[in-house]
Structure formats: structure tokens, C-alpha cells
């Protein structure tokens, strides 16, 4: 039997930028060390983690319709696309895994605009305002939820 548990862990637009970006929403993780943390959350969970980062619309939704056999799980922040990228959504909806929404600050507390998740309904949970281990509660649920 094959082992079911491949997650893609996906960033949108201006992660790449963490170390750059102000450390009272986002940590002072830079982006390198944010993966390398969410790889280490992987290994202890027997998780096999791969990862995506861009800053273009269109590629994110390129690498979702590319999922289909190569992932059986999606963590996704989407950074500022989350509040409005209805594209995103839609290739969510293509990819068809169970996925989670990661947000490393708690998006419900800041600007009114970031309380719109326009993915929100294709993910099976939201973790907010967790910062790195987010993440870890992310792989967590998502072990779960594929029965591993
Ligand atoms: C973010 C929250 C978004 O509102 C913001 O645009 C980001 C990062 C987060 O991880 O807290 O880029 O998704």
C-alpha cells in the first residue's frame, strides 16, 4: 500500500520577504528559516513536505492543477491574495485535497480587509495568529485528517 502522506506546503505573494517584514505580525523567522522549521514539524510527524513560494497569481494557480497525483494535502497562506484572489480559490477548489489556511499573524485582528478569506471555504480549518507553530498544528490536523 502506498503511503498517503504528501503535503504541499504552499506561500503566496511577500513571503519570501519574512525577515523583511514588520516582526510583530510575522515573527523574525526569514523565509529560509520558516520552511526549514515547517520541514523539521513535518519529519517529526512522518510527513513528506514539499515546498512552493511565489509572488505571481498565475503560477500559484499553475502548481495547483499540477497537484493532482503528486500531493495528498495542501497547507496554504496565500498572503495578501488570501483577502482577495478569487483564482486561488477556484484552483483550490481544482486541486480537490483536504487543505488548511495558514496565517502566521491573526488576520481577524488587524485591518478590516484582512478578515475576508476569500479560500476559506475550500479549507477544512483556519489557524491564525500562531505564527511558526501554526504550521505545526497545520501538518497535525492534516495527519489526521488523511487517517495517518
Ligand atoms: C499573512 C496575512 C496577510 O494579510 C498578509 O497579506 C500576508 C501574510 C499572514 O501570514 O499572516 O502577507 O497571510
Redesign the pocket.
Given at each position: 500500500m502506498t503511503t498517503r502522506n504528501r503535503v504541499d506546503v504552499i506561500h503566496?505573494?511577500?513571503?519570501d520577504m519574512l525577515g523583511r517584514?514588520p516582526a510583530r505580525?510575522?515573527g523574525d523567522l526569514t523565509f529560509d528559516q520558516l520552511e526549514q522549521q515547517i520541514g523539521e514539524f513535518a519529519r517529526e510527524l512522518n510527513l513528506e513536505a514539499r515546498f512552493f513560494q511565489t509572488n505571481h497569481e498565475g503560477e500559484l494557480v499553475e502548481h495547483l492543477h499540477r497537484l493532482e497525483g503528486l500531493a495528498d494535502a495542501v497547507v496554504i497562506?496565500?498572503?495578501?491574495?488570501?483577502?482577495y484572489a478569487w483564482s486561488i480559490r477556484d484552483a483550490l477548489e481544482i486541486a480537490g485535497l483536504p487543505a488548511v489556511e495558514?496565517?502566521?499573524?491573526?488576520?481577524d485582528a488587524?485591518?478590516d480587509?484582512?478578515k475576508v478569506s476569500v479560500i476559506r471555504d475550500h479549507c477544512f480549518l483556519t489557524i491564525?495568529?500562531q505564527g511558526v507553530e501554526g504550521y505545526r498544528a497545520a501538518l497535525t490536523a492534516i495527519k489526521e485528517k488523511l487517517d495517518l
Open positions: 503566496g505573494v511577500n513571503l517584514r505580525h510575522y497562506n496565500p498572503g495578501a491574495w488570501t483577502h495558514v496565517h502566521l499573524s491573526d488576520v488587524r485591518e480587509f484582512r491564525k495568529g
